[in-house]
């Protein structure tokens, strides 16, 4: 198994796996644009499950959280080339162009981009890049090849202005929905806060004022019910669930649980 090379750091990636790969909690800052060179690639949000094969491409929303899993192709492995539409350039194009965007985007967060030539040449313009590493492409050629992509994509699917260029900040969203349903991902209050619309004052504020705690207490006390009643009742191993409820490590969930229940997870477990 390969760690991904970075073509352009922070914005263009290149990946490579021997075995199949899963990345429980994802957090996509960015516009994120994808092409599948090889095996297959799936992506799975709280409101949507997309996948990709060989030679496809996927366009993804920026601010999601979502579960990746990415599955070799027999023998061959898994190969991907992923490219971050950082905002910031997209508010150069969006200048240079003169590009207003009234209204804010309501589409799908994920998409599949139909088959196009002139993306799949840009993309393998990329290699020579991963087959010779120490030929460094320099900042202003990466953010050339990042414009070509926008523009290409632009050309391939003219809707996509709206994706691209809407810049306004997440609407402020259901705060106890969006716990109950995103509480199993590990990542730092402030992005919570981010991604429901909030400043992390305001999202502290209007937390306590729905569950009656703060935000990182009621985290881990809803993880920790969340086990107790998969191992009590559906009987699953403790191994088995931790990382999936956002807990770092085994024994970290295992010292929490018994601080909280008075025994030790694999005690609940039903004995068979």
């Not at 297959?40 to 990709?52: C, D, G, P, V």
């Amino acid at each position: 198994m390969m760690n991904p090379t970075e073509i352009l750091p922070g914005v263009i990636f290149f990946s490579y796996y021997s075995t199949m790969r899963k990345e429980k909690c994802a957090f996509m800052e960015d516009n994120t644009l994808v092409l599948q060179v090889l095996g297959r690639f799936t992506l799975e949000t709280a409101h949507q499950k997309i996948s990709m094969g060989s030679g496809q491409m996927m366009l993804i929303r920026k601010n999601q959280l979502g579960e990746l899993t990415k599955t070799p192709e027999d023998a061959q492995g898994y190969q991907t080339i992923v490219i971050r539409l950082k905002e910031d350039l997209l508010r150069k194009i969006a200048l240079e162009e003169q590009i207003v965007i009234e209204q804010k985007y309501t589409g799908p967060s994920n998409m599949l981009i139909p088959g196009s030539d002139f993306l799949h040449a840009f993309f393998q313009s990329t290699l020579p890049y991963v087959r010779h590493p120490e030929k460094k492409i320099t900042t202003d050629v990466g953010m050339l090849k990042i414009k070509e992509a926008v523009y290409l994509l632009l050309d391939a699917m003219p809707e996509l202005r709206e994706f691209l260029f809407d810049f306004s900040e997440p609407h402020k969203i259901d705060l106890e929905k969006f716990m109950h349903t995103n509480f199993h991902y590990n990542i730092p209050v402030e992005q919570f806060a981010r991604l429901t619309g909030r400043s992390l004052a305001g999202f502290k504020r209007d937390f306590q004022k729905t569950f009656g705690i703060p935000p990182r207490q009621w985290l881990l006390e809803k993880r920790l019910s969340e086990a107790r009643y998969l191992i009590e009742k559906k009987n699953r191993k403790p191994s088995a669930i931790y990382l999936d409820l956002g807990f770092e490590s085994l024994s970290h969930f295992s010292h929490s649980f018994k601080k909280k229940f008075g025994r030790a997870p694999t005690e609940w477990l039903v004995q068979e």
